[in-house]
Every structure is written in structure tokens, then in C-alpha cells.
């Protein structure tokens, strides 16, 4: 049977990495992402999508029952990651980090609930160590994270009867484009590189379907950034 996989994020970054790896191991993937991406292959299916307005999350899942209701795959990706000091964080932007990283799976995982099968389906999360590790000057990042965390650990138990895998990745910081925007002084050679993260997720994608991973951390060699 052909192998579904849905991932949010997917127009840049690991997000772009992971669906092109995905699509190169043989499955149909759908995207979603709000920007598009220019990317073209056959089994690719780059729909519109807004992780943070339900209505968008809503037309997504309708896109992709126009070709399968079963999901294998699901890869939550989607978010966002500014540093600023807690004085210098906006409500507006604390909320931001809100709707995408925690409410964002949440509208996500609604919608997935009905595609799911039944002792398969495998849900992998990218959120950071910053979901359970306290950095300085990203309090609405943190904040996101670990709510993030805890609508998953939620989820699992109230999702026990689908026996569904669930794994969440905590990776220290990645040297993507990401960090062009932030502008913060970190020592982007201290930091893991695109293709240290891609070994970490494809060895858990194509590890035998007896094997779970509930969490796995990992860092560059020096460890936290700080």
C-alpha cells in the first residue's frame, strides 16, 4: 500500500529537507505551508496552509481526503522562533508564538483524528529542547514549546486505543535560515547542521514498526547553546 505523510512547515528549512527525503523514500506527501514552495514531484501535493486559523486547517484536511483518508505519517513541523527580552516581547507577539507552535497541532490534531490507522499511524513532532529547558530572552518561544509538550502527552494517553507511535524530537539548536532572522550572536559552528538532524529523523522513520521512540534529545558535541 502507498504510504501517506502530511507535514506542516514544509516550504523551508527542515521542513523542505524532510519532504524531499520523504518523497525520495517512496511516499506521497502533502504539504502545508503558507508560502508554497517550488519543489515538483508526482507523489508532492503543496497545499495552502495557515497552521494558525482553523478554517485553513479545515481546508487542508479536505484537500487531502480528495486522495486517501489514511495517513501513515504525520510530521508537525510548523513554527516560528523570534528572541527578544521578556520587557521587549509584545502581547501580540507572545501570541503569535501561541497560535503557531501550541495551537497550531492542536487545530492539526483535530483534524488528523479521523485519517488515523489503527496501530500504524506514526505522529513525529519537532519541537526543541526548549520544551522542556529554560532559555533566556525566548520566554514566548519556551512558553509555546512547553505547551506544546503538554498537548502531546495529553493526546497520547487519550489516543491510547489507536495504538498510533508517537515521537517527540528535542534538537538543539539547527543551523538553518531560521537563524538569519533572529540575528542572535550564537556561534552558528556550535550548532547541529541540517543534514546531523536528517540522520536523527530518517533513522527513526525507517527504524522496523516494533520500535518506538517516545523522545529522543540531541545536541551539536558542545552542547547547549548558552
Not at 124 to 149: C, D, E, M, R, W
Not at 178 to 190: A, I, N, Q, T
Request: with cysteine; hydrophobic share 40%; glycine share 8%.
Amino acid at each position: 500500500m502507498e504510504k501517506c505523510a502530511i507535514i506542516t512547515g514544509s516550504s523551508s528549512g527542515l521542513g523542505l529537507e524532510i519532504t524531499k527525503s520523504l518523497l525520495f523514500s517512496g511516499y506521497t506527501v502533502f504539504g502545508g505551508s503558507r508560502s508554497g514552495t517550488e519543489l515538483e514531484h508526482d507523489n508532492f501535493y503543496d497545499v495552502e496552509l495557515d497552521i494558525t486559523s482553523s478554517e485553513s486547517v479545515e481546508e487542508f484536511f479536505e484537500t487531502v481526503r480528495e486522495f486517501t483518508d489514511q495517513v501513515h505519517l504525520v510530521v508537525n513541523n510548523a513554527g516560528i522562533c523570534e528572541m527578544q527580552s521578556l520587557s521587549e516581547t509584545s502581547t501580540e507577539n507572545f501570541e503569535l508564538h501561541l497560535a503557531t507552535n501550541t495551537l497550531g497541532p492542536f487545530l492539526l490534531f483535530q483534524g488528523l483524528e479521523s485519517f488515523l490507522i489503527k496501530d500504524e499511524t506514526h505522529i513525529i513532532s519537532i519541537l526543541s529542547t526548549a520544551a522542556h529547558y529554560g532559555y533566556p530572552n525566548v520566554a514566548a518561544y519556551n512558553a509555546s514549546k512547553f505547551g506544546q509538550l503538554g498537548l502531546i502527552q495529553s493526546l497520547k494517553k487519550e489516543w491510547k486505543d489507536y495504538k498510533v507511535r508517537f515521537t517527540n524530537l528535542f534538537p538543539g539548536a539547527i543551523d538553518t535560515p531560521l537563524w538569519d532572522k533572529v540575528g542572535s550572536k550564537f556561534s552558528r559552528d556550535k550548532m547541529l547542521k541540517t543534514s546531523d538532524f536528517m540522520t536523527v529523523f530518517n533513522f527513526i522513520v525507517h527504524a522496523p514498526p516494533t520500535i518506538q521512540f517516545p523522545e529522543m534529545t540531541f545536541l551539536h558535541k558542545d552542547g547547549f547553546l548558552e
